[in-house]
């Protein structure tokens, strides 16, 4: 069973920073695609980051390019995202997800993220 398990989100100031990470399990972790997304209160999901299995390419939302990093470590089936520069418009709930072969992507519980003007 497809599970991913976020944590790292909290309370912190504008200018601040939190990494996030995912725990991942069930599945070949390192040849898969993974993805940040968020969803502010009141608000649909928005994608942030992306990131390849295999060689790693990158690829962010405007609204966090320069800000965020996503990274992955395969021997720790985790996934990352370090967020710095931190804005208020930054805050909602953040999930990793994975592509599914058959419906919406999978995603885990979420890790609220809130941050203060």
């Known amino acids: 069973e497809v599970q991913l398990v976020e944590s790292g989100g909290g309370l912190v100031q504008a200018g601040g920073s939190l990494r996030l990470s995912c725990v991942t399990s069930g599945f070949t972790f390192s040849v898969t695609r993974m993805r940040w997304v968020r969803q502010a209160p009141g608000k649909g999901l928005e994608w942030v980051s992306t990131i390849s299995g295999g060689d790693g390419r990158t690829a962010y939302a405007e609204s966090v390019k320069g800000r965020f990093t996503i990274s992955r470590d395969n021997a720790k089936n985790t996934l990352y995202l370090q967020m710095n520069s931190l804005k208020p418009e930054d805050t909602g709930v953040y999930y990793c997800?994975?592509?599914?072969?058959?419906?919406?992507?999978?995603r885990g519980q979420g890790t609220q993220v809130t941050v203060s003007s």
């Open positions: 997800t994975k592509d599914q072969d058959y419906g919406p992507p999978k």
